[in-house]
């Protein structure tokens, strides 16, 4: 089992950028395929970016790509997200999640695919 803290949310205007970190507790982080998602107020949670037990191996929604950059150092049982060129419609919550059993070449980006939740950090972007 493992436990995720998320933190880096806040306050930004649009076009500035926030990094967003995820520690996860134990031993195990490396076996674990770690992903983003986002939940606005009103709307369903969805995937934002994930990485593979391999670093180079990383999935990203249409909407943040080329923005966003998902990365983990693993001796540090972190991932992060570097979120560059923010829009307001990039305001949610963000949580982050870890899956289990999937290869390294894999990036899951459905909920379900997922076992272990953060509680979610607060980013807002005005205009």
């Known amino acids: 089992q493992v436990q995720l803290v998320e933190s880096g949310g806040g306050s930004v205007q649009a076009g500035g950028s926030l990094r967003l970190s995820c520690a996860a507790s134990?031993?195990?982080?490396?076996?674990?395929?770690m992903g983003w998602f986002r939940q606005a107020p009103g709307q369903e949670r969805e995937f934002v970016g994930g990485?593979?037990?391999?670093?180079?191996?990383?999935a990203y929604a249409n909407s943040v790509k080329g923005r966003f950059t998902i990365s983990r150092d693993n001796a540090k049982n972190t991932v992060y997200l570097q979120m560059n060129s923010l829009k307001p419609e990039d305001t949610a919550v963000y949580y982050c999640?870890?899956?289990?059993?999937?290869?390294?070449?894999?990036?899951?980006?459905?909920?379900?695919?997922?076992?272990?939740w953060g509680q979610g950090t607060q980013v807002t972007v005005s205009s």
């Open positions: 134990g031993r195990t982080f490396s076996t674990y395929a």
């Open positions: 999640a870890a899956a289990q059993s999937y290869p390294t070449w894999i990036v899951p980006t459905l909920y379900s695919g997922y076992s272990y």
């Open positions: 990485v593979g037990l391999s670093s180079s191996t990383t």
